[in-house]
């Protein structure tokens, strides 16, 4: 089984933090629809994946800035390439374009899943961010999304802003917790070169973030939402019982998909490939036949990394048994003094982060890692 990933980049307006691939220019969007049916129908006559799609993931940018007659000619072609045997199909959507209008054509579409970021309750850390919603346009929004029969919603959380405190994060995570959805992501405020944000960190250079601050986040989200019967199953995600995302699972446990679009990945088993990242240039290209696309054949080391770098985010842990002799010598000699002073747990074949090395788990990653 596969998942299928459509890139949507546009946005009518742009987020201070966000470092993905987007575009204000909302009047190439007919354009750009038509370049990814097109790409679809490409990628089934020359790609050699005869994989069987079981996700499909509409992210950004906002694809709920796709029109209704838009969104109906995507998963025309979806189905018509791909087929409708999805069983997990997601779509990104900002609050404030939840009408109940917009809510009825999703679920019409058979979309059964919705990612929305919520990013913070508080009016005027969303302003700071540049979102458009208000924090009152959450509970709306997913009440919508329920009326209209879609009962798998996700939100985005963040945290690490500036001057925010403690109990600033506690109201937003209870918050979310109010609203009773089945899955929640967080994720802390990071500073990306090329964004708005690291142009404001360098005038406001007394910024930083509090590492002890941050680890103390960490640990009451991971507290507060375990407490209320999710299940924390990869390092910035929370689901409950039955509600993890299937489609993101698919990049942590080594599974194939396809990526569609201007930056959009794919990924084979063997080999990982990534569209331009110039909406112009995509379009341009697709309208030729062409995938405007570069593509690199992983080496045995570079898949090892990846693997450690994925799996070992979730709760579920690296699967020893599906590495190479060589990799698995390697993986369990460097693990071991940290199996020994409780940061990574080894039971049977598997190896998974503990809650302490949760909080080091980059560190612990990077010393698995082939150099």
Known sequence: ????????????????????????????????????????????????????????????????????????????YINKVYGNQAEEITIEANPDDVTPEFAAMLSQLGINRVSMGAQTFDDARLRFLHRRHTSAQVPIAVQRLRDAGIHNISVDLMYGFPNETLDDWQHDIEAALALNVEHISAYCLMIEEGTVLYQWSMV??????DEELERQMYELLIERLTDAGYEHYEISNF???????????????????????????????????????????????????????ECEVLAPDTHYNDRITTALRTSDGLDLTTL????????????????????????????????RGLFVSDMVMSQLMMV
């Not at 020359?46 to 969104?71: C, K, N, W």
């Not at 406001?204 to 973030?209: A, D, E, L, P």
């Not at 369990?332 to 809650?355: D, M, Q, Y």
């Open 1 to 76: 089984m596969a998942g299928l990933y459509i890139h949507i980049p546009f946005c009518a307006s742009r987020c201070i933090y966000c470092g993905f691939y987007s575009t204000t220019h909302l009047d190439l969007r007919q354009q750009y629809v038509d370049a990814v049916c097109r790409e679809m129908e490409l990628r089934s006559i020359s790609d050699d994946f005869t994989e069987p799609i079981s996700t499909v993931y509409l992210g950004g940018g906002t694809p709920s800035q796709l029109t209704t007659a838009q969104l109906e000619q995507l998963f025309l």
């Open 204 to 209: 406001n250079s007394q910024w930083s973030m």
């Open 239 to 293: 689901a409950k019982p039955g509600y993890r995302s299937r489609h993101n699972s698919s990049y942590w446990h080594d599974v194939p998909y396809i990526g569609i679009g201007a930056a959009a990945h794919s990924y084979d088993g063997t080999c990982r490939s990534w569209n331009v990242a110039d909406i112009r240039e995509y379009i341009a290209a697709i309208k030729q036949g062409e995938r405007p696309a």
């Open 324 to 355: 190479t002799e060589g990799h698995h010598r390697h993986c369990l000699h460097e693990a071991e003094p940290f199996i020994k002073n409780g940061l990574l747990n080894l039971t049977g074949s598997r190896l998974v982060l503990t809650r």
